[in-house]
């Protein structure tokens, strides 16, 4: 029986994925592509994926054969690699057809693609762990990131540990995603855009002394901006307090003028909606690694 060829849109969730893949072998589909943030335009009939959670549990039930193969899917999706889901379907297939030998073979033309994205994904990791600032909002701790990956998951593990006594946000600008940790519970939601109040002098006080130390303990006789380049991006730096005037959210209000947040409120806003407010039968017990 031959398959036929189509195109699948899905809500672009890990468990909408592994949909997808359950559904091309229910119905004897080959998707040629796949969207989830757009209509598609095609020549193909497209078929809209519903996720359904026992769809997905039995496609990891069937991989949990290879854990290996589990863990490279899971840290496959978050990267930024193009044409991810065709990827991840060719990975799938291949290791149901034969099982995860092939795996042996980081030269393999299925799963190259997938190591070389997971190795950028690890590197992202890595600098972030170390170059992530944090800003004090009124008793809050809060910083934001711009990554090509989507890290968030993967970093809360870390932080969750870190700063388990405190009440912290991460915001990914990238993805418009929002780690929220209270109280040894931690949350990753979706949020259109954040407002941040202004900071008050004692946290303005500590950025000038940070600025102040990093400039101090530079050699100017050793300045070699080659090196600093290659040991901390430029691309990175958008969003670190030492490369940042002071006062910077007061200069970015100024362009992108908002309405103040009304005294008693949290020190940032996701969706003009008050946060952080984490409701206990709705979260995870905090660190969690998982996507």
């Known amino acids: 029986m031959s398959w036929e060829s189509v195109?699948?849109?899905?809500?672009?969730?890990?468990?909408?994925?592994?949909?997808?893949?359950?559904?091309?072998?229910?119905?004897?589909?080959?998707?040629?592509?796949f969207y989830s943030d757009e209509d598609p335009v095609s020549f193909y009939s497209?078929?809209?994926?519903?996720?359904?959670?026992?769809?997905?549990?039995?496609?990891?039930?069937?991989l949990h054969r290879y854990p290996s193969a589990v863990d490279i899917l899971h840290r496959a999706f978050l990267t930024c690699?193009?044409?991810k889901e065709d990827h991840l379907y060719a990975f799938v297939r291949k290791v149901f057809d034969g099982?995860?030998?092939?795996?042996?073979?980081?030269?393999?033309?299925?799963?190259?693609?997938?190591?070389?994205?997971?190795?950028?994904l690890n590197g992202e990791l890595e600098k972030l762990r170390g170059f992530i600032r944090f800003s004090d909002y009124n008793g809050t701790l809060g910083a934001e990131i711009e990554p090509k990956n989507r890290?968030?998951?993967?970093?809360?593990?870390?932080?969750?540990?870190?700063?388990?006594?405190?009440?912290?946000?991460?915001?990914?600008?990238?993805?418009?995603?929002?780690?929220?940790?209270?109280?040894?519970?931690?949350?990753?939601?979706?949020?259109?855009?954040?407002?941040i109040s202004l900071p008050g002098e004692e946290e303005l006080h500590y950025r000038a002394l940070w600025k102040r130390f990093y400039e101090t303990i530079a050699i100017k006789e050793r300045y070699n901006p080659r090196c600093q380049n290659s040991k901390m991006p430029k691309r990175y730096r958008s969003t670190m307090t030492e490369f940042l005037e002071v006062d910077y959210e007061k200069q970015r209000q100024a362009f992108m003028p908002t309405?103040?947040?009304?005294?008693?409120?949290?020190?940032?806003?996701?969706?003009?909606?008050?946060?952080?407010?984490?409701?206990?039968?709705?979260?995870?017990?905090?660190?969690?690694?998982a996507p």
């Open 81 to 83: 690699m193009p044409d």
């Open 259 to 289: 309405e103040s947040p009304a005294d008693g409120l949290p020190p940032y806003v996701p969706n003009a909606k008050s946060a952080p407010v984490i409701p206990a039968e709705c979260v995870q017990s905090a660190p969690v690694s």
């Open 99 to 120: 099982g995860a030998d092939f795996m042996r073979n980081q030269a393999d033309e299925i799963y190259a693609p997938l190591v070389k994205a997971i190795r950028h």
């Open 7 to 33: 195109i699948y849109q899905y809500d672009g969730t890990f468990d909408g994925f592994l949909c997808c893949i359950f559904d091309s072998y229910l119905y004897k589909e080959f998707p040629t592509a």
């Open 151 to 195: 890290v968030l998951p993967l970093l809360r593990h870390h932080f969750c540990n870190r700063y388990a006594n405190e009440t912290f946000f991460i915001y990914d600008r990238s993805h418009k995603e929002i780690l929220l940790y209270s109280r040894g519970h931690s949350r990753i939601i979706p949020v259109d855009s954040l407002q």
């Open 46 to 62: 497209v078929r809209s994926v519903i996720t359904q959670r026992d769809h997905a549990k039995r496609v990891l039930h069937g």
